[in-house]
C-alpha cells in the first residue's frame, strides 16, 4: 500500500518528520517497506530556458544549444531530443548529477566534436514517467534557475507500507492516519461529509437477484446517477498522487473512484449511465456469461461468481472489475456511481477462479467497513459533482447495510496476562478510544464495541495486540524464562531423533557427505522403487520430475551422483539420512539412512592412489551398512544377510539385512543397471539402506552397570579349516554350521581365505576358516582339541556337503 | 712365550680383519673349536706338572678370555653394522601422500548441523523435540491453527495437495511446522516446551524460495508465559545462536492467524561485502515470527484459553544457516553438489555442545 507524505497529511494534522512518521508506522505495525523521496534524487535539477538551439555541425540529429540556468552564464548542451528548441523552457542537469531513469552520472563530455556540460532531461529521465519523447516542455511562464522539485511539486515522498492480511482498515490512508494519531503522532482530521440529497429518484433500479441464505454475497448495494457530467482529465493533484503510487491517471471519474479506493479503503465503480440498458441485476453468473473486461480480457464466469447485470448482459464482475462496454470515457455524460458491500470469501475465491487482481478485489476479500458504504457514494457523488459538474440523483440502496454489533468483554488485567506489560487503565483506554473503539464501564472488566472498520477484532486478545501495538512493543521487557525445574535438564531426544543423529555421523566418518534432496521424485523415479501410490501423488506439482513423494532416497542420491559427474566428480560417495514415504498415513513415513557410493570412493580414499586405487564392491556397502548398525549400538548378534535384495539391486550382488524374516531393517548391494538406465545414470553404484524406524530399540537396564568382565586364565588356541564346497554354498552356513559343532569354545570365527582355481575341482570354491577356541577352566589338551575339530568338520560336511580340504 | 703372543697376535688379526658374521665365526672356530688353537693349548694343561700348569694354566686361559672378549666385541660389531646396512636398505619414502582419512572426507549437511545447534540451545531451557508427518490434513496444517475456509492467509501459503480420496477429502503436504503443534497440544497435557523442527513445502521455487526448505518452531503452553518471556527466550537464542555477545532486536506487531498478537523480529545487522555481522550496524534484518497463541487455536485443542496461554515462534532453519555461515543463496541447500557440501558442511565429529561451544 503506498501513498504520500502530503496525501497523508490530508488526514494527520502532525508536526512529525518523515522519518518519525516512517519510525511510527513500523513500530504499530504498518510495516515500511521503503520510502522514495524525490527530492533526495531530484535535488540537482534545476528550470533552465533554451536561448538558441542550432543544428550540430557533424550530426543530422543532435542540436547545439546554449542553456541559460538562472546565473547568467549560459552552458553549451547537445541535446538529441527531436523538441529541442530556441526559446522553450525545460529542465537541466548539471555536470555530476546521477539521473536515474538511465542509471548514469552525467559528465562534461564531447558529442560529435562538440563539448556538452550537462543535459536537458526527459520526464523518464527524472524517473517521474514513462514518457521519453522530448525533453521535459515547461510552460513560458516557469522560472528560470530555480529546483525542478519545487516548482513541479514532485518533492512529494512516497512510503510503501506492507499492510497484513488481518488491516483492511489500513488499506486506505485514512486508515494509516488513524493508527498514526493513536500513536500519539498528530490529530485525524475530521472530514464531516453532509449527506448528499439528490434530485429525483435513480432511474436505474437494482434488483439483488439471491436466495434468503445467499444474501450475504451482495449484503447492499448503492447507485447514484450525476447527470451532465464533463468528463475530462482528471486535476494535478490527483494525477500526481496517482501517478506517485504508480497508478496511471484515465480520466476523472475513473480516477476519482481509484482515489477514493486508496484514500478511504473504498472501491467504487462508475458505469456510464447511457450504456447501460435497463436496470441492474446483480445475480450468479449464468451459463454462457461472458465479459470483456476493462483490462481488455474476455472472462467467462462460473456460477459461483457474483454479476451486475442490465438488459445487454453482464456488465461488471462484481467487487472485481468492471466491463469495458459500460466503461467511462471522454464523452460520458451521464454517470452511474455504484458502491457496494460482497462477501470477502465470495470475492477471493471469484479472483483467483478469475485470476483477476485488482485494487477492489484486494480490499473487499480482506473487508471494507460497511458502516461506509453510502458515505463512500456520497463522498464519490461530491467528488464528481465537484470536478466533473452535473446534478446527482437520490442513491437508491438496495439489500440491507449490515450493522454488527460487536462487543467484547475485556479485563484491563488481559494485557498483561498476555504481554508481561503493566498499563494504566486511562492509557489503554485512550488508545482503543483513539482507535475508533467505544469503552463501557469504569471497573476492571469493561465492555468494548469494536468499530464497524475492525472487522478481524473478535477476541480479548485482538484488544491486546491493539493496546500493545500502540503502546509499543519495545515497553515490553524482557523476563528471565525459568527452567520449570531448577535441575539440571533431562535429556530430551527420543531414541528415533538420537539414532537419526547418529546415523548422521556415523556415516560422515566413513567419508561419506551428507546431501539434503527433494522429498518428492518423479513418478517413473517412484515407481521403480516401489512407489509412485496414488495417494502419493501431489495434485499440483511444481514440475513433472518433483510429483511424487519419494518411496526411496536411492533415486534422489543417485541422480545427485550423476550431476556432480557430469561436472567432472566421477568419485562420489553421498548419504541421506531422511524421510520416505510408503503411504500418506502418519505411520507410513518413516526415517531411512543411504549411502550411495560410485566411481572410486571407497571409505579408505578417494580416486586412484599408489596404495591402491579406491575400487567398489558390495562389500564397501555392506561395510557402511554394519558401520552404521555398530554405531548405533545395535546388536549385530542376531542379525541375519540374506542373500539378494529389493528389485534395484543386482540380483547376485546384494543383500538383505534382517532380525529373523518378519523384521528386516535395510538392504545393500550394487544398484541394478537396469534401474541405473533407467535414472540416466551411469554405474556401477553400490548402496545400502537401512530403516531406521524398523531397528530394534535397546534392551532395557535396570542400571548403567556394564556386565562383568569375565578374563579366563588360559590362552585361547586357533585352528584352521579348509573347506571344498558347492560354488552356491554361502560362506555364512559354513560358519554357522562350525558354530553349531562346538557350542561353548568358540570365541572368534574368521573367513581368511576364498580360493577356487587349479586343486578346486571345477564348480567348487574352497573356504577357508580360522576358529579360535578360548577354554575357561583348564588349558585344552591335544586330544581335546582334536574332539572339537572333528565335530566341527562334521557339523559342516553334514550341514553344507563340505569336504576338508587335503 | 712367543709362541702364545704370536698366536694372540694372529688371532687378534684376524679378529679385526673378519668383515661378516661368518668370517669371525671362523676364527672363533680355528680357535676356540673343538680343535681349535687355543682349545688345543687348553688341552695340553691336563698333561703338565703342576708348577708348569702353575705358569702356562693363566696365560693361556687369559689368552683364552682375551680372545673370547674379542670375538664378543667384534661379533656386537658387526651385527650393528649389519643392522645399520639392512636399515639403511630399509628406506621408505615417507613424503608419499596419503588418502584423506575418512572423516576428513566426510561432511554433514549444514541443515543437519543447525538443528543440532537448536537443539543443544533449546534442549538446556528445558524444551523437547517434536516432530510430526510431512503429508498433513487441512484440519491440523490450517482450520485448528485458525486459519478460516477461503481466507486470503491461507492462499498465501500456496500448499501442495495430493488428490482427493474417496471421501473427497484432500491432505496436503504441511506448508508449516505448526501442525505439530496441534498434534503436542492435544496429546501432552500443558505445561509443555518444544520446539519442532522439520521439512516443510510450498509450491514456490525462485532465486530466494525452493519448494521445499526447513522450519523450526517453539511453543510454550502453561498457565503464565507471556510476551516478555518470548522477548528473553529469543534473545537469549539469538546470543548463544550467532555466538555473539549482544544482540539487538526489533519487535514490530504483525499478523499470523494462529497468533494474537503477533509479532515479526527483525535483528539489527551490518552488511558489508556480502557479509553479515550481528550486534553492529544500521541494517535490520527479518528473522522470525511469533506471538501469543491465539485463543480460537488453544480451544481448538480443547484447552480453555482462560487457563491455558503461551506463545509460539518459527523460523527457517535454512535462512538462519545462510545468516551464521554465509551461504549466499538457497538453491544449493538440495542440489548435492560435492564442491558445495565439502565447502560449507561440517566433519563429522564437530558436535555441537554447550560446554565446548556450538562451532569450532
Redesign the interface.
Known amino acids: 500500500m503506498k501513498f504520500t507524505l502530503s496525501w497523508l497529511k490530508e488526514h494527520l494534522d502532525t508536526a512529525a518528520s518523515l522519518d518519525q512518521i516512517v519510525e511510527a508506522l513500523?513500530?504499530?505495525?504498518l510495516?515500511v517497506e521503503s520510502v522514495e523521496d524525490p527530492a533526495k534524487v531530484l535535488a540537482p535539477y534545476i528550470t533552465a530556458h533554451v536561448i538558441s538551439a542550432e543544428q550540430h555541425p557533424n550530426a543530422d540529429r543532435l542540436r547545439v544549444c546554449m542553456v541559460d540556468t538562472g546565473d547568467g552564464k549560459p552552458v553549451q548542451v547537445v541535446c538529441g531530443a527531436p523538441n529541442a528548441r530556441a526559446g522553450m523552457k525545460s529542465v537541466f542537469s548539471p555536470p555530476g548529477t546521477f539521473i536515474p531513469g538511465k542509471n548514469i552520472t552525467i559528465t562534461v563530455g564531447v558529442v560529435r566534436g562538440v563539448e556538452s556540460a550537462g543535459m536537458l532531461c526527459s520526464a523518464f529521465e527524472l524517473g517521474l514517467s514513462e514518457d521519453h519523447e522530448g525533453i521535459i516542455d515547461l510552460p513560458a511562464d516557469a522560472p528560470v534557475g530555480v529546483r525542478y522539485v519545487d516548482y513541479a511539486g514532485v518533492d512529494d515522498p512516497v512510503i510503501d507500507v506492507a499492510i497484513?492480511?488481518?488491516?483492511s482498515d489500513a488499506l486506505g490512508v485514512y486508515g494509516i492516519a488513524r493508527d498514526l494519531a493513536a500513536a500519539g503522532l498528530g490529530s485525524l482530521k475530521r472530514h464531516d461529509l453532509p449527506p448528499i440529497k439528490g434530485n429525483g429518484a435513480c432511474p436505474v433500479e437494482v434488483k439483488l437477484n439471491f436466495a434468503s441464505d445467499q444474501k450475504n454475497l451482495a449484503p447492499a448495494f448503492a447507485l447514484r446517477l450525476v447527470r451532465g457530467v464533463k468528463n475530462g482529465p482528471s486535476p494535478d493533484w490527483m494525477q500526481r498522487r496517482l501517478k506517485a503510487i504508480g497508478l496511471r491517471p484515465i480520466n476523472t471519474l475513473v480516477d476519482i473512484t481509484n482515489y477514493i479506493t486508496f484514500d478511504r479503503g473504498r472501491p467504487l465503480h462508475v458505469f456510464d449511465a447511457k450504456k447501460v440498458k435497463g436496470n441492474l441485476v446483480v445475480r450468479h453468473a449464468k451459463d454462457g456469461d461472458e465479459i470483456l473486461a476493462l483490462d481488455g480480457k474476455t472472462y467467462k464466469p462460473d456460477p459461483s461468481v457474483v454479476v451486475i447485470c442490465d438488459d445487454n448482459g453482464v456488465e461488471s464482475i462484481a467487487g472485481i472489475m468492471g466491463g469495458e462496454h459500460s466503461g467511462c470515457d471522454e464523452h460520458t455524460t451521464d454517470v452511474l456511481i455504484e458502491s457496494a458491500l460482497w462477501d470477502p470469501?465470495n470475492i477471493?475465491?471469484s479472483g483467483?477462479a478469475l485470476g483477476i487482481n485488482t485494487d477492489a478485489r484486494y480490499r473487499f476479500?480482506?473487508g471494507v467497513d460497511p458502516a461506509f458504504c453510502v458515505p463512500g457514494l456520497d463522498l464519490a457523488t461530491k467528488m464528481v459533482l465537484d470536478l466533473c459538474g452535473g446534478e446527482a440523483s437520490e442513491a437508491r440502496v438496495a439489500g440491507e447495510v449490515p450493522a454488527p454489533e460487536k462487543i467484547i468483554s475485556f479485563p484491563w488485567s488481559e494485557v498483561?496476562?498476555?504481554?508481561?506489560?503493566s498499563l494504566l487503565v486511562p492509557e489503554m483506554k485512550a488508545i482503543l478510544t483513539e482507535l475508533g473503539f467505544w469503552v463501557s464501564g469504569n471497573d476492571k472488566d469493561v465492555k468494548v464495541a469494536v468499530p464497524s472498520w475492525r472487522p478481524d477484532v473478535e477476541?480479548?486478545?485482538?484488544l491486546?495486540?491493539e493496546i500493545?501495538?500502540i503502546a509499543g512493543?519495545?515497553q515490553?521487557?524482557?523476563?528471565?524464562?525459568p527452567?520449570?525445574i531448577a535441575a539440571v535438564?533431562k535429556?530430551?531426544?527420543?531414541l528415533i531423533?538420537k539414532r537419526t543423529?547418529l546415523a548422521?555421523?556415523a556415516?560422515?566418518?566413513?567419508?561419506?557427505?551428507?546431501?539434503?534432496?527433494?522429498?518428492?521424485i518423479s513418478k517413473a523415479e517412484a515407481e521403480v522403487f516401489g512407489g509412485g501410490k496414488?495417494?502419493?501423488?501431489?495434485?499440483?506439482?511444481?514440475a513433472s520430475d518433483?510429483s511424487d513423494?519419494r518411496p526411496s532416497l536411492l533415486p534422489?542420491?543417485i541422480k545427485?551422483a550423476q550431476?556432480?559427474a557430469d561436472?567432472g566428480?566421477h568419485d562420489?560417495?553421498?548419504f541421506e539420512?531422511?524421510?520416505v514415504?510408503a503411504g500418506?498415513k502418519?505411520n507410513e513415513?518413516t526415517i531411512a539412512a543411504t549411502s550411495l557410493r560410485r566411481g572410486l570412493a571407497a571409505?579408505?580414499?578417494?580416486?586412484r592412489?599408489?596404495?591402491g586405487a579406491?575400487a567398489l564392491d558390495v562389500f564397501e556397502a555392506k561395510a557402511d551398512a554394519l558401520a552404521l548398525l555398530e554405531a548405533l549400538g545395535i546388536p549385530t548378534a542376531g542379525l541375519q544377510i540374506v542373500q539378494g535384495g529389493p528389485s534395484w539391486f543386482h540380483p547376485g550382488r546384494s543383500g538383505t539385512l534382517q532380525f529373523g524374516p518378519k523384521m528386516i531393517v535395510g538392504a545393500f548391494g550394487e544398484i541394478h543397471p537396469r534401474i541405473l538406465d533407467a535414472l540416466d545414470a551411469k554405474g556401477p553404484i553400490i548402496a545400502c539402506e537401512i530403516t531406521l524406524d524398523a531397528l530394534p530399540p535397546p534392551k532395557a537396564r535396570p542400571t548403567k552397570m556394564k556386565p562383568k568382565l569375565v578374563l579366563s586364565e588360559f590362552q585361547p588356541v586357533s585352528r584352521d579349516f579348509a573347506f571344498i564346497v558347492e560354488k552356491n554354498v554361502a560362506a555364512a552356513d559354513i560358519l554357522k554350521a562350525a558354530q553349531a559343532g562346538e557350542r561353548n569354545l568358540i570365541s572368534d570365527m574368521t573367513v581368511f581365505d576364498v580360493y577356487e582355481g587349479p586343486g578346486v575341482p571345477e564348480g567348487k570354491i574352497s573356504v577357508a576358516i580360522a576358529v579360535t577356541l578360548q577354554p575357561t577352566d583348564k588349558t585344552l589338551t591335544d586330544a581335546e582339541i582334536e574332539a572339537v575339530s572333528t565335530r566341527i568338520i562334521a557339523e559342516v560336511q553334514k550341514k553344507t556337503g563340505a569336504t576338508l580340504r587335503a | 712365550m712367543t709362541d702364545l703372543s704370536a698366536l694372540e697376535t694372529e688371532l687378534v688379526n684376524a679378529i679385526a680383519a673378519a668383515s661378516d658374521e661368518a668370517a669371525l665365526e671362523a676364527v672363533r672356530v680355528a680357535a676356540l673349536g673343538k680343535a681349535g688353537s687355543i682349545s688345543g693349548l687348553l688341552k695340553t694343561l691336563g698333561a703338565m706338572t703342576p708348577d708348569e700348569r702353575k705358569e702356562k694354566g693363566p696365560l693361556i686361559n687369559g689368552l683364552r678370555d682375551r680372545v673370547t672378549e674379542a670375538l664378543t666385541t667384534k661379533r656386537d660389531a658387526l651385527k650393528s653394522a649389519a643392522l645399520d646396512q639392512r636399515l639403511q636398505s630399509e628406506r621408505v619414502d615417507v613424503t608419499?601422500p596419503?588418502?584423506?582419512?575418512?572423516?576428513a572426507?566426510?561432511?554433514?549437511?549444514p541443515?543437519?548441523q543447525v538443528i543440532?545447534e537448536l537443539?543443544t540451545i533449546f534442549?538446556?531451557?528445558?524444551?523437547?523435540?517434536a516432530?510430526?508427518?510431512?503429508?498433513e490434513t487441512d484440519f491440523f496444517n490450517f482450520t485448528a491453527l485458525n486459519f478460516?475456509?477461503?481466507?486470503?492467509?491461507r492462499?498465501?501459503h500456496d500448499t501442495?495437495?495430493?488428490?482427493p480420496?474417496e471421501k473427497g477429502e484432500?491432505?496436503l503436504?504441511r506448508t508449516h511446522t505448526s501442525p505439530v503443534q496441534i498434534h503436542t497440544m492435544m496429546s501432552v497435557k500443558p505445561?509443555l516446551?518444544v520446539i519442532i523442527p522439520g521439512?516443510t513445502?510450498r509450491?514456490?521455487?525462485d532465486q530466494t524460495h525452493t519448494?521445499?526448505f526447513h522450519q523450526v518452531e517453539g511453543l510454550?503452553i502453561d498457565k503464565g508465559?507471556?510476551?516478555?518471556?518470548l522477548?528473553?527466550?529469543l534473545?537469549e537464542f539469538c546470543k548463544s545462536f550467532f555466538e555473539v555477545d549482544d544482540v539487538k532486536m526489533?519487535?514490530?506487531?504483525?499478523?499470523f492467524p494462529f497468533t494474537?498478537?503477533?509479532?515479526?523480529v527483525d535483528i539489527r545487522c551490518s552488511r558489508r561485502g556480502g557479509e553479515i555481522r550481528f550486534g553492529e550496524g544500521e541494517d535490520w534484518l527479518e528473522i522470525l515470527g511469533c506471538g501469543?497463541v491465539?485463543?480460537?487455536v488453544i480451544r481448538n485443542c480443547g484447552l480453555d484459553?482462560n487457563e491455558y496461554?503461551g506463545f509460539a515462534w518459527g523460523m527457517g532453519i535454512d535462512r538462519i544457516a545462510m545468516l551464521k555461515y554465509g551461504m549466499p543463496d538457497l538453491r544449493p541447500?538440495?542440489?548435492?553438489?560435492?564442491?558445495w557440501?565439502?565447502h560449507y558442511?561440517f566433519?563429522?565429529?564437530d558436535?555441537p555442545t554447550l560446554a565446548g561451544g556450538l562451532s569450532v
Open positions: 513500523t513500530r504499530v505495525g510495516e497484513t492480511p488481518n488491516r470469501l477471493a475465491r483467483r476479500e480482506r498483561k496476562r498476555l504481554t508481561g506489560l477476541d480479548k486478545a485482538d491486546v495486540e500493545m501495538r512493543l519495545d515490553v521487557e524482557a523476563v528471565p524464562f527452567r520449570e535438564p535429556p530430551v531426544l527420543t531423533q543423529r548422521k555421523r556415516l560422515a566418518t566413513r567419508g561419506l557427505v551428507e546431501a539434503v534432496t527433494w522429498s518428492f496414488p495417494e502419493l501423488a501431489l495434485a499440483n506439482p511444481i518433483l513423494m534422489g542420491l545427485a550431476r556432480n561436472r566428480f562420489v560417495a553421498l539420512v531422511g524421510q514415504f500418506d502418519p513415513q571409505a579408505k580414499g578417494l580416486g592412489h599408489w596404495q579406491g | 608419499l596419503l588418502p584423506q582419512s575418512p572423516a572426507r566426510g561432511r554433514i549437511h541443515i543437519s543440532d537443539t534442549a538446556d531451557m528445558g524444551f523437547s523435540v516432530e510430526g508427518s510431512d503429508i478460516p475456509v477461503g481466507h486470503p492467509a492462499e498465501m501442495f495437495f495430493f488428490n480420496d484432500r491432505k503436504l505445561p516446551r521439512r513445502y509450491c514456490d521455487s519448494p521445499m510454550v508465559s507471556h510476551l516478555g518471556h522477548k528473553w527466550i534473545a526489533r519487535f514490530r506487531p504483525s499478523f494474537e498478537p503477533s509479532v515479526e501469543m491465539h485463543p480460537n484459553p496461554q541447500f538440495f542440489e548435492a553438489d560435492l564442491r557440501l565439502s558442511g566433519r563429522p565429529l558436535l
